[in-house]
């Protein structure tokens, strides 16, 4: 009865309790299974209202990076994000990744640096 209120409130239920930074939580293992699901089998023209529900849920209370898992994500919500490569700051902000690296040590502009394979993001 109170749609999408009680989706949203069981997947805040989902998240871990105690994290020390948005760098830990980790999209794929809390919501893997449900995001491929969604978005692989659940088509958006049927249940569309799930998938704005739980993209809703993502912008507004996911903490994290969304590492890999943003293809099927809309284009509003990639670029509502609140996190982003410094390759793609490079095109908003228009100056460099270095640049942005340099902003993100020195405080003066929110940012993280994480692993990614053989690179750092």
Not at 28 to 33: A, K, P, R, V, W
Not at 36 to 51: A, E, K, N, S
Request: contains cysteine; charged residues 25%.
């Amino acid at each position: 009865m109170d749609w999408p209120l009680s989706f949203r409130e069981m997947l805040k239920c989902v998240l871990p309790r105690q994290v020390e930074s948005a760098a830990d939580l980790n999209f794929l293992e809390i919501f893997g299974n449900l995001y491929r699901h969604l978005f692989r089998v659940l088509p958006r023209t049927d249940l569309g209202f799930l998938h704005e529900a739980f993209e809703r849920f993502v912008l507004e209370d996911w903490q994290g990076l969304v590492r890999g898992q943003h293809r099927w994500f809309s284009r509003a919500i990639r670029k509502s994000a609140q996190w982003m490569a410094a390759a793609e700051g490079e095109k908003v902000a228009g100056i460099r990744s270095q640049r942005i690296g340099a902003l993100v040590r020195r405080g003066e502009l929110e940012g993280m640096f994480v692993k990614t394979g053989q690179h750092r993001t």
